[in-house]
DNA sequence: TTTTAAATGAAAATCATTTTCATTTATAAA
DNA sequence: TTTATAAATGAAAATGATTTTCATTTAAAA
């Protein structure tokens, strides 16, 4: 956790409990949830808190690079733990069927950026590679 | 048009004028909108028009391919015009500055797929591709 | 023309997310 | 250790996108 109260302060924002209940609670998961299903959670170990405190809280977190946002069932935002917390480039797959989340930092869309730009005669500016799959303990039937 | 008509009766759809409307108005945009736009828009053209039915059609024209959806600015869900009607694998690109949408066909994912499987240990199902840069139009300052 | 299921409008409901504001708390200065 | 300050929070209400309901209309097929 030290690596967290580090990329807490380095980006000012305090050292609450709560926050970091809710970083344990992704790093044990490796899940991808709702802030609802975050709050349903952080309701059993805090007797106060609101809705949105956990909203505010993901949100900072996903800017500061601690969370990601997916997009997942019926059109809502997850978020999960993004643990490529260096600046390095990287992507994210989740596991359609337990929800988990994991990054991995190789890509080749280098190679093909020259191609698409000329195609589409675009500048690129982001690009955005979004896996779905099932995970290796899915597959196990676990 | 007639592709699009075409496209309606396969899938069981209807052919209306206002699914007609709602089409062209794509077309000829070539940009993303959300329903609430797309409702603007259709009230000048028929004056009963009801913001469901818009949302209605969206989501049943994505589903048969005519459109695709996007996230774009504050987490809203916008629609735009998939022109690779064709079931050829493709992805899109969007114009942060216009809202242009356009859909090209290169991937090179293929090659990259085995190596993620093995460092990730999931089984791929579905890889989405997303790029975000600007538009010729845009780049000349038009 | 008749029949039938799909499409629609209007109104209300849903529900995820955000805002407001008074109170509490972490943090750093004194 | 106090004190000062801005950030964090809870409660309640507001917002706003999206969906549902249901009676009516309409496209398409018989
Ligand atoms: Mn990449
Ligand atoms: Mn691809
Ligand atoms: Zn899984
Ligand atoms: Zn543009």
Redesign the interface.
């Known amino acids: 956790m030290e690596k967290y109260k580090k990329l807490l302060k380095e980006n000012g924002l305090k050292i609450t409990p709560k926050r970091f209940a809710i970083i344990s609670y992704f790093l044990k998961n490796n899940k991808y949830f709702t802030p609802y299903e975050i709050w349903k959670f952080m309701k059993k170990k805090f007797k106060k808190i609101g809705l949105p405190t956990i909203y505010r809280n993901l949100e900072q977190f996903e800017k500061i690079g601690i969370l990601t946002r997916v ?1 997942g069932e019926e ?1 809502r ?1 997850y978020y999960g733990i993004c643990k490529k917390t260096n600046k390095k480039h990287h992507h994210h ?1 989740i ?2 069927s337990c929800h988990k989340i ?1 990054d ?1 930092e ?4 280098g ?2 950026k020259k ?3 000329e ?18 303990n899915c ?1 196990k039937g676990v």
């Not at 190789?106 to 869309?109: A, P, T």
């Not at 195609?119 to 290796?136: R, S, V, W």
């Open positions: 997009e059109n935002f797959i596991c359609t994991s991995f190789i890509c080749n869309f190679q093909l191609q698409v730009e195609i589409t005669e675009f500048d690129i500016k982001e690009h955005h590679l979004f896996l779905k799959g099932i995970c290796q597959k």
